[in-house]
């Protein structure tokens, strides 16, 4: 569909309609919080968790969360249906709403502003699966508060544009020279047979495929946990992961020319990538 139909703050119309005023907040300051959630054949993967976390950013930067979760899946059906595509990404944005320019808050809580859009998921090809990808690699020159899914994502931008300007798949960064995450994606380090990720703290955004993955190493008796991983660690890893809403999981076979272990995708990766296409069915 080339002009799909979107929700905007009570209403649905078509995406070349759906207009915000310059004074939002989103636009003036990127004072907001935003979701992403796929569907696969109409239906929402895990949204009770998806919506938790939108539920949290909303709460940790104070902008009233507007409806309740039933509201919310109702209205994100709404879109949903409405969409010719049986997979798609749901992308849901609240913002603080519209207000005179002030950096603070605005006296009079202004009413968010709500948008709800959805696209077809594009699958990822199984050639690049089979073959696995490439990745670079960069500082981590972010804000410190990045378990809250901000609409401000420049320095995501950046690390991305880093990605594609080097011709690789995705950008893990790096902070005082432990990992923290990809532009966006979450990185794994698999060594001796366990699956390791960073700390859950305020230097990731815990992706939904965090709880998601524990779930998936626990049914397959694949060993779990999270610390503080050099780079000299993910240098030397067996095998080393990507997840995200988009990516489900993906193996990473080289990282700034540095060819991880084989240089192929590893047993890992096809255990958790064949539990994580069960999961989407169950």
């Not at 569909?1 to 649905?12: E, H, Q, W």
């Not at 949290?56 to 059906?77: C, F, K, T, Y």
């Not at 955004?205 to 503080?228: N, S, V, W």
């Not at 192929?264 to 994580?276: F, M, Q």
Request: aromatic share 8%.
């Amino acid at each position: 569909m080339d002009d799909p139909f979107v929700y905007l703050n009570g209403t649905l119309t078509p995406l070349s309609e759906a207009k915000v005023p310059v004074l939002d907040r989103g636009f003036i300051f990127g004072d907001g919080i935003y979701e992403v959630i796929p569907v696969y054949g109409r239906t929402l993967f895990r949204p009770s968790q998806h919506l938790a976390r939108l539920f949290r950013g909303l709460a940790a930067v104070s902008i009233v969360n507007p409806h309740s979760e039933r509201q919310w899946l109702e209205l994100i059906d709404e879109v949903v249906r409405l969409q010719p595509a049986a997979d798609q990404l749901v992308y849901i944005q609240v913002t603080r709403g519209v207000a005179p320019r002030v950096h603070a808050f605005p006296h009079s809580e202004p009413t968010p502003t709500v948008f709800i859009m959805s696209n077809p998921l594009i699958p990822i090809p199984a050639s690049t699966r089979e073959q696995g990808v490439a990745c670079v690699t960069m500082e981590d020159q972010r804000w410190l508060r990045c378990e809250i899914k901000s609409i401000s994502l420049l320095g995501n931008v950046l690390a991305a544009q880093n990605a594609a300007a080097n011709d690789a798949n995705e950008t893990i960064q790096f902070r005082d020279g432990f990992l923290t995450e990809g532009s966006a994606s979450n990185v794994w380090v698999v060594k001796d047979g366990s699956l390791i990720g960073a700390p859950r703290d305020n230097l990731i955004l815990e992706g939904i495929r965090y709880g998601l993955m524990e779930e998936l190493c626990a049914a397959d008796h694949i060993p779990f946990k999270t610390q503080r991983i050099s780079r000299a660690e993910v240098f030397a890893a067996d095998e080393v992961l990507l997840s995200s809403a988009s990516k489900e999981v993906l193996p990473v076979v080289s990282i700034d020319g540095h060819t991880i272990a084989n240089g192929k995708p590893g047993p890992i990766y096809k255990k958790l990538y064949a539990a994580y296409q069960a999961a989407k069915i169950a």
